[in-house]
């Protein structure tokens, strides 16, 4: 088996078996299963300590043996200064929290002492709450609300973590985040914004910003999020976008309604495509800005036709019949236009005269043949935890990341 020492050395060897004997004294006063839970609750702290002080004694000597200790050190000649271990130090895991011996070797090369449990267990010097136990409280954090951790945690083990480190968890977890575009996935890109209940904001909040781009293998993966004002800020969003024109030569942007992010597009070479699920989403909203009764007749009337010109399946046929067929849907639209106008729906009719130019762009050049965003399932998936409570702007942004990265992008511990 191969395997990678913490600083980057390769060394074959062969699958080791590592037993460890371990003798748990329970306390248990009835046969009740709740009982037994409870006390076998209470042993998994110092069982698990056990586990860790025996690999690793057994590592450090074997190591030391065999030479692998001073490479990592980068060392030509080591000794033993301690290999018990007289100092103790705390180290918080997912169990609680542990005491492990301070190993110590003289390295002769340099003439001093050196540390090497930390090194050993693969966490850096002075660290207390290890990587592998940020990244996990992190994500559970990002996935249920602070006192759901800490309850779920405290129940199955003795760890006991305060809602202030949840958040701490939740912050490093997300430095480690970064999103970037995919050469090697589809050229086509979504685009959305949804508002966050951020403190001392006002009202609205802010607005997380996402850009996400389709896989060969179906599916979406985030490519760039933000968080920042309303209508401001997409140009950091899309900036990656004109660097990447140099691989895909063209791309195919998938927005809904609102013009905002277009303004973050100067200067690079799009086809834009309208999601057809906004469409009709979106003329409820402009119908109810025209004053048009709810479910009255032409409420139902312009509904019934939006919904009919944004119903595309997937056009497999040969080109001449899907231009026919869109030439068709954009002719039933342009008569609806001019029925809103003549009916004095001035609202409905500006917004689809804004949509009408790039509502089958994708279908024209043959790149799609539907158009849904996938990306309002990731808007729905992120504000799932965030709408729980109001934030800073630092911990929503985290919580974004995390849950996008963890739902659609791998992120896992």
């Given at each position: 088996m191969l395997s990678i020492l913490p600083n980057g050395i390769k060394k074959e060897e062969s699958i080791m078996q590592v037993v460890v004997p371990i003798t748990v004294n329970v306390d248990i006063d009835s046969p009740n299963l709740k009982e037994i839970?409870?006390?076998?609750?209470?042993?998994?702290?110092?069982?698990?300590?056990?586990?860790?002080?025996?690999?690793?004694?057994?590592?450090?000597?074997?190591?030391?043996?065999?030479g692998t200790l001073a490479q990592m050190l980068h060392s030509s000649k080591l000794t033993w200064k301690t290999s018990k271990g007289n100092e103790?130090?705390?180290?918080?895991?997912?169990?609680?929290?542990?005491?492990?011996?301070?190993?110590?070797?003289?390295?002769?090369?340099?003439?001093?002492?050196?540390?090497?449990?930390?090194?050993?267990?693969?966490?850096?010097?002075?660290?207390?709450?290890?990587?592998?136990?940020?990244?996990?409280?992190?994500?559970?954090?990002?996935?249920?609300?602070y006192r759901v951790v800490k309850k779920i945690a405290s129940m199955f083990t003795a760890a006991n973590f305060s809602l202030m480190s949840i958040l701490r968890?939740?912050?490093?977890?997300?430095?480690e985040i970064d999103f970037s575009i995919q050469e090697q996935e589809k050229n086509e890109f979504e685009a959305d914004g949804t508002g966050l209940p951020v403190k001392k904001t006002?009202?609205?909040?802010?607005?997380?910003?996402?850009?996400?781009?389709?896989?060969?293998?179906?599916?979406?993966?985030?490519?760039?999020?933000?968080?920042?004002?309303?209508?401001?800020?997409?140009?950091?969003?899309?900036?990656?976008?004109?660097?990447?024109?140099?691989?895909?030569?063209?791309?195919?942007?998938?927005?809904d309604g609102d013009t905002t992010p277009l303004e973050g597009l100067k200067g690079i070479k799009i086809t834009l495509q309208r999601c057809l699920f906004h469409i009709p989403h979106e003329t409820k909203y402009t119908l109810w800005e025209d004053k048009v009764k709810r479910k009255s007749e032409p409420w139902k009337y312009i509904l019934a036709q939006v919904l009919d010109i944004t119903n595309v399946r997937r056009i497999k046929e040969e080109q001449g019949v899907a231009e026919r067929f869109i030439q068709r849907k954009l002719d039933q639209f342009t008569l609806l236009i001019t029925y809103c106008r003549m009916n004095g729906y001035e609202h409905t009719?500006?917004?689809?005269?804004?949509?009408?130019?790039?509502?089958?762009?994708?279908?024209?050049k043959r790149v799609m043949g539907a158009t849904l965003s996938y990306i309002e399932r990731v808007m729905r998936t992120i504000n799932m935890r965030i709408n729980v409570a109001k934030w800073s702007s630092e911990s929503a942004l985290a919580v974004a990341k995390i849950r996008g990265a963890y739902y659609y992008n791998g992120f896992n511990v």
């Open positions: 839970i409870n006390g076998f609750r209470d042993a998994l702290n110092p069982c698990f300590q056990t586990v860790v002080l025996q690999v690793l004694n057994y590592f450090a000597l074997k190591y030391m043996r065999d103790m130090t705390s180290i918080h895991t997912i169990f609680g929290k542990i005491q492990v011996p301070q190993l110590q070797v003289k390295d002769h090369e340099r003439k001093g002492r050196r540390y090497i449990t930390r090194l050993l267990l693969g966490i850096q010097p002075r660290v207390r709450i290890p990587h592998i136990t940020v990244k996990m409280i992190g994500l559970m954090g990002s996935l249920a609300t968890c939740i912050r490093k977890a997300a430095q006002g009202k609205r909040g802010k607005e997380l910003k996402v850009l996400a781009q389709r896989k060969k293998t179906r599916g979406i993966r985030i490519a760039g999020m933000a968080l920042g004002q309303y209508k401001k800020g997409w140009d950091k969003i899309f900036n990656p976008l004109k660097e990447s024109l140099k691989k895909f030569k063209e791309i195919f942007l998938i927005t009719a500006h917004y689809f005269s804004d949509a009408k130019a790039d509502l089958f762009s994708g279908i024209e």
